[in-house]
Nanobody, 116 residues
Framework: QVQLVESGGGLVQPGGSLRLSCAAS???????IGWYRQAPGKERELVAE???????NYGDSVKGRFTISRDNAKNTVYLQMNSLKFEDTAVYYC???????????WGQGTQVTVSS
């Protein structure tokens, strides 16, 4: 069992920045890890993901504004969010896909609110 703990959420003004972190209790090496978000009344959607080999994939709405990165030594993934918009307001969840077991793990979520 792997626990994922997100941090870094909060309240920010439009145009501002936040950096989310997700620390895993186990190794993330060679596994895909990423971020999803869910706004009230909407389905959970992909924000960004990064494979074990370092390939990244972003949701269309965040391309050019958000950057995902990983530190395998720290078992941590980061999401740098710049130029935040009102519509980025959501609960952000960390997701780890373990290749060996084909199991998905989710964090508890961290709230990001963009408001003036």
């Amino acid at each position: 069992q792997v626990q994922l703990v997100e941090s870094g959420g909060g309240l920010v003004q439009p145009g501002g920045s936040l950096r989310l972190s997700c620390a895993a209790s186990g190794s993330i090496f060679m596994n895909a890890i990423g971020w999803y978000r869910q706004a009230p009344g909407k389905e959970r959607e992909l924000v960004a993901e990064i494979t074990g080999g370092g390939t990244t994939n972003y949701g269309d709405s965040v391309k050019g504004r958000f950057t995902i990165s990983r530190d395998n030594a720290k078992n941590t993934v980061y999401l740098q969010m710049n130029s935040l918009k009102f519509e980025d307001t959501a609960v952000y969840y960390c997701n780890l896909f373990v290749i060996m077991t084909h199991r998905n793990y989710w964090g508890q979520g961290t709230q990001v609110t963009v408001s003036s």
